[in-house]
């Protein structure tokens, strides 16, 4: 079975810096995608970033990056130049073979203005 | 294009009542899956359904079913509701069932149980 791991449950970050938020996962399927989803208070879960396990290249998105280690089974995101907007939970997703996405337990971004 | 629909956005039921969910997807997708959202188990895989078969099932009991019409629209049934079934109910629509498919969420709907 897969597990998606968010050890933390909330950060907060300075309006214009950066910040990263931390996932790891655990698997044992070689075939598979990893998601960063945002849920803002409306509660409407909207895809971040997708990263493809084969492809070495990390995943970029204008402020949105990812720092993937498929070895240490881990898959940061990086926001630079933080926005009032960023303002959500985010969460740390993953999908194998089929479509059914595992969660991570979330973490909740405050942007400080 | 219009984006994936849930109704009702807001229910209120009793325990030992049972409720239906309704998720229309984004026009094309054919396969839609659905979640449950607590703040104490977070976000738990329900069930998908593609071309009106489902195709996988989470680990909830054989309170909560679902179905999908030939128009791809899908209802989830949850029947002698529990307290615990208190909960986002989050509908998600993709063109496929293969994790290559972006999997694009509605609204949802929020399930009260008194």
């Known amino acids: 079975a897969q597990t998606v791991t968010q050890s933390q449950p909330e950060m907060s970050v300075q309006e214009a810096e950066t910040v990263t938020l931390s996932c790891t996962y655990d698997?044992?399927?070689?075939?598979?995608?990893l998601f960063w989803y945002k849920q803002p208070p409306s509660r409407q879960m909207i895809l971040v970033i997708r990263q493809e396990a084969y492809k070495q290249q990390n995943a970029t998105e204008n402020r949105f990056s990812v720092n993937f280690q498929k070895a240490a089974k881990s898959f940061s995101l990086k926001i630079s130049d933080s926005q009032l907007g960023d303002a959500a939970m985010y969460f740390c997703?993953?999908?194998?073979?089929?479509?059914?996405?595992?969660f991570g337990k979330g973490i909740t971004l405050s942007v400080r203005p | 294009k219009a984006g994936v629909t849930q109704t009702p956005r807001y229910l209120i039921k009793t325990r030992g009542q049972q409720v239906t969910l309704s998720c229309s997807p984004i026009?094309?997708?054919?396969?839609v899956s659905w979640y449950q959202q607590t703040p104490g188990q977070g976000l738990q895989f329900l069930f998908e359904y593609f071309s009106e078969t489902q195709r996988n099932k989470g680990n909830f009991p054989g309170r909560f079913s679902g179905r999908q019409f030939s128009n791809s629209r899908s209802e989830m049934n949850v029947s002698t509701l529990e307290l615990g079934d208190s909960a986002l109910y989050l509908c998600a629509s993709s063109l496929g069932t293969s994790g290559t498919h972006e999997q694009f969420f509605g609204p949802g709907t929020r399930l009260t149980v008194l």
């Open positions: 997703a993953f999908t194998g073979a089929n479509s059914k996405l595992t």
């Open positions: 698997t044992s399927e070689s075939d598979y995608y």
């Open positions: 026009s094309g997708h054919r396969s």
